[in-house]
Nanobody, 123 residues
Framework: QVQLVESGGGVVQAGGSLRLSCVAS????????MGWFRQAPGKEREFVAA????????YYGDDVKGRFTISRDNDRNTVYLQMNRLKPEDTAVYYC????????????????WGQGTQVTVSS
């Protein structure tokens, strides 16, 4: 059973940066596709970014392309989300997820989810 714990959220001014971390326990992430998602108050959870362990390709939601970067460190069993040029509309709870299938991750059907970390961007 893989357990995921996110960290790195906080309050930042518009234009600033944050790096989120998602640490896994109970299993190696080296053969899992990883994804980041977010959910703002009153809105549905949406896809932010994903990384395939198999193809090493990365995928991004349209709203974050060019500003956010997903990466992983398999030695540390950790996946990161570097968020630059943050906007107030990026305010949300950010979750990470893991699944062997990239399509499952991209469709929010991942097998394992973390509890989330709050990101607040002030204007």
């Amino acid at each position: 059973q893989v357990q995921l714990v996110e960290s790195g959220g906080g309050v930042v001014q518009a234009g600033g940066s944050l790096r989120l971390s998602c640490v896994a326990s109970g299993g190696s992430l080296s053969r899992y596709c990883m994804g980041w998602f977010r959910q703002a108050p009153g809105k549905e959870r949406e896809f932010v970014a994903a990384h395939s362990w198999f193809t090493l390709r990365t995928y991004y939601g349209d709203d974050v392309k060019g500003r956010f970067t997903i990466s992983r460190d398999n030695d540390r069993n950790t996946v990161y989300l570097q968020m630059n040029r943050l906007k107030p509309e990026d305010t949300a709870v950010y979750y990470c997820a893991a699944d062997p299938s990239i399509s499952a991750v991209q469709t929010l059907s991942g097998a394992y989810w973390g509890q989330g970390t709050q990101v607040t961007v002030s204007s």
